[in-house]
Nanobody
Framework: QVQLVESGGGLVQAGGSLRLSCSAS????????MGWFRQGPGKEREFVAA????????YYADSVKGRFTISRDNAKNMVYLQLNSLKFEDTDVYYC??????????????????WGQGTQVTVSS
């Protein structure tokens, strides 16, 4: 069983930056692909970014490509999401997730096995 805890959310002005962190425990972190998703009120949870279990490959949703960067530190059991050039529409709860997915880059909710509780990101216009 893997436990995930996100941190780093907050209130930021449009154009600003935030760095989200996700701490993992209870499993072999380096065996899991990791992803970030986000969800707003009344909306479906949507894919943001994923990183392969060895950190070699990443994949981004078109809406965040070029602005967000996912990274991981397997020695520290941490995954990060750097959010730059934030827009009002980036306001959401951001969730960290872990997937037992070999060397793939899962992008669907059902492909992920474990989820964190989420951290709120609010961008003021």
């Amino acid at each position: 069983q893997v436990q995930l805890v996100e941190s780093g959310g907050g209130l930021v002005q449009a154009g600003g930056s935030l760095r989200l962190s996700c701490s993992a425990s209870g499993g072999t972190f380096s065996s899991y692909a990791m992803g970030w998703f986000r969800q707003g009120p009344g909306k479906e949870r949507e894919f943001v970014a994923a990183i392969r279990r060895d950190g070699v490959s990443t994949y981004y949703a078109d809406s965040v490509k070029g602005r967000f960067t996912i990274s991981r530190d397997n020695a520290k059991n941490m995954v990060y999401l750097q959010l730059n050039s934030l827009k009002f529409e980036d306001t959401d709860v951001y969730y960290c997730a872990a997937a037992n997915y070999g060397l793939g880059l899962p992008r669907l909710l059902l492909q992920y096995n474990y989820w964190g509780q989420g951290t709120q990101v609010t961008v003021s216009s």
